[in-house]
């Protein structure tokens, strides 16, 4: 099954464990030089947990390490470095208030022969990486003020830098849409080409079976097995990482939408900066009660903009006209959109979404506070009883609801940002790009329960980057370009190709 290719990366019984849990489980793994490796796994399989290990962000409690067949101990992330070896987390790790050239460069940024910050030179530097990614993000603007998207170029464009002959991408397209997506595989035949190691985690099947020459699984923090992507076939794959048959996602019996429940007419959002040309320009849509209005279009074309603005959760100028059940409604806070039967899960669940000081249990309670106090006090009792069937229904695997939610994989954080919408019984659901990062079974799942509660009557708005989930879930596709409506497509017409025609149409 080797290739006879030299071993660049052995770890051999690998073990961590977590309070309550086992996250990997005598894990053996051998890398060969110039490969492609996949891991594939469910939520919480210990996919990241095992590249963490790699790259000397966690140390484990037992096993070795070996890189070129010499055997390492990495005190932490630049010792690992050192070795050569890079990673690009799952859950983005910049420093917000820093400039995109400093979080590229961080650390590492080229001195002046007087010692001192050579900030042009770093400009330079990291506008040639951003470059190669076939990007135009400013490298002077501030990080914390770009797009999820956006955050992920710098992340890997951050990992670039380093020049590591082993590069570590955890999910690394899991914010990107399918065009730059397309741009990081053509960097990543290009790193191929000079040599270079590449792991790889992602759920997305295509992707792994277009990238990788091998794919281990992972389930519970075991090894099931390592093959050659020649030898294997994605439901096969998709079998061992689950142990089980998944059910197919076509809603056979088509939704019957009711009466108009949102209507949007003639939205416009000014630009962020002046200069800049306006974000949404004349919007107008209409969801009805039971159907599902898929919004497609490329990063930047104004989808989370859209959500936002109806949310209430965007501090620029808008105009237009929002119904809510055929009323006339303006929120000036999420709150007050919450309290009209609005919910939105955001695309950004770090940034947005979870409150690192809270546990599993008040992450999924959060807009429910009135339901869990008693007598002006929080009742962990209540709560309990409050959190357990959401959770139970998103599957959502955690040692405890008590567990802190930094603890949980990036799969399981946001099946948890899910459960607290299901909590809220909202008439309209706005969904930004839910599944990012949860794992095909899951996803099924998912659907299903979408599917579920818009034929009990819910209204809801998706956005997503991969187009097979819009076009399995969409009733009526809206296309975006450039902050306009450029065209609506039945569920009947919309094809991928034709979303993407009219996403790039100037
Ligand atoms: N810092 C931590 N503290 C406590 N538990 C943790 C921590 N990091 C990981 N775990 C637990 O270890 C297990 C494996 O998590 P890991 O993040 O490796 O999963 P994953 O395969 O990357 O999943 P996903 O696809 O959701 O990203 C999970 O049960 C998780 O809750
Ligand atoms: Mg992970």
Redo the contacts with the bound molecule.
């Keep these: 099954m080797s290739s006879g290719a030299p071993i660049a990366v052995a770890m051999r019984g690998i073990t961590k464990r977590?309070?309550g849990?086992i996250?990997l489980d005598g894990v053996t793994l051998e890398v060969e030089r110039g490969e492609l490796h996949a891991i594939c796994?469910e939520?919480?399989?210990?996919?990241?947990?095992l590249m963490k290990i790699l790259s000397g962000v966690e140390s484990p409690d037992a096993g070795q390490l070996e890189v070129d067949g010499v055997p390492v101990q990495f005190s932490g992330t630049r010792a690992a470095e050192a070795a050569g070896i890079a990673i690009i987390h799952?859950e983005l790790a910049l420093v917000e208030e820093l400039s995109v050239a400093a979080n590229v460069l961080l650390g590492r940024e080229p001195r002046t022969r007087l010692g001192l910050r050579d900030e042009a030179a770093s400009r330079r530097r990291a506008a040639d990486l951003l470059q190669s990614l076939e990007s135009t993000i400013d490298p002077a603007c501030r990080t914390g003020s770009l797009r999820v998207g956006d955050q992920q170029l710098v992340e890997i464009a951050k990992a670039l830098s380093l020049d590591a002959s082993i590069i570590v991408m955890d999910e690394p397209t899991s914010a990107l849409t399918e065009a730059e997506s397309a741009r990081l595989e053509r960097t990543i035949t290009r790193l191929r080409e000079q040599g270079r190691t590449i792991l790889y985690i992602s759920?997305k099947m295509d992707e792994v079976f277009r990238l990788a020459d091998r794919i281990t699984v992972l389930r519970d923090g075991q090894h099931v097995r390592t093959v050659t992507r020649r030898d294997t076939t994605p439901a096969q794959v998709t079998g061992w990482m689950v142990g089980r048959e998944i059910a197919g996602h076509a809603f056979h019996q088509s939704r019957q939408p009711g009466p108009p429940v949102l209507e949007v007419e003639g939205l416009c959002l000014s630009a962020s900066e002046p200069g800049r040309s306006d974000r949404l320009r004349d919007v107008s849509f209409t969801v009805h009660a039971g159907e599902i209005l898929g919004i497609a279009g490329l990063m930047g074309a104004g989808r989370t903009e859209i959500l936002e603005t109806i949310f209430g959760a965007t501090t620029a100028n808008w105009s237009g006209t929002i119904r809510l059940g055929g009323q006339m409604v303006r929120f000036g806070h999420p709150r007050e959109a919450c309290r009209a039967g609005l919910a939105m899960v955001t695309e950004d669940r770090k940034r947005l979404g979870l409150f690192g000081n809270l546990d599993v249990a008040g992450n999924v309670s959060l807009c429910q506070l009135s339901e869990v106090v008693r007598g002006g006090l929080l009742s962990r009792h209540a709560e309990a009883d409050l959190v357990a069937g959401p959770i139970k229904q998103t599957g959502v695997?955690?040692p405890s609801i008590r567990a802190a939610i930094t603890?949980?994989?990036?799969?399981?954080q946001q099946k948890c940002i899910i459960s607290r919408w299901l909590l809220t019984q909202p008439r309209v659901l706005l969904l930004d790009d839910p599944t990012r990062?949860i794992?095909v079974g899951a996803k099924a799942e998912l659907y299903a329960l979408i599917d579920q509660l818009c034929r009990d009557g819910l209204a809801v708005v998706l956005t997503s980057s991969e187009l097979p989930e819009l076009l399995t879930l969409s009733d009526r596709v809206l296309v975006l370009s450039e902050g306009r409506v450029s065209k609506e497509l039945s569920r009947a017409e919309a094809t991928e190709q034709r979303i993407m025609a009219a996403a790039t149409a100037g």
Excluded: E, R, Y
């Design positions: 977590f309070p849990v996250a796994g939520n919480g399989a210990g996919k990241s947990t799952q759920h695997k955690t603890g949980l994989s990036g799969g399981n990062g794992d």
